[in-house]
């Protein structure tokens, strides 16, 4: 066992919040001032990220197997442009 006590070997836990829409949405994002305002509200502003759900939905639908290309696809129809 080293110097160090465990107590001081512990770390922060990095906290993440995600804003989960498509960067097209006018309505929420409202030129980035939804996303300041939430970063307004912590110690860490950089912890607000934006997931760009029409970016991930063609990345899920681009490397989707052939099996599960109607499911893919069915997601993205569902989902795209929230």
Do not use: Q
Not at 4 to 21: D, I, K, M, Q, W
Request: proline residues 6%.
């Amino acid at each position: 066992m080293g110097s160090r006590s465990r107590t001081s070997a512990r770390r922060t836990p990095v906290v993440r919040f995600a804003v989960c829409t498509s960067a097209s949405n006018a309505a929420l994002l409202d030129g980035g001032k939804a996303l300041d305002g939430f970063r307004s509200l912590l110690r860490r502003p950089e912890a607000i990220l934006l997931i760009d759900v029409d970016a991930l939905l063609a990345h899920v639908e681009a490397i989707a197997p052939p099996e599960l290309g109607p499911w893919a696809a069915a997601l993205s129809a569902r989902y795209r442009g929230i």
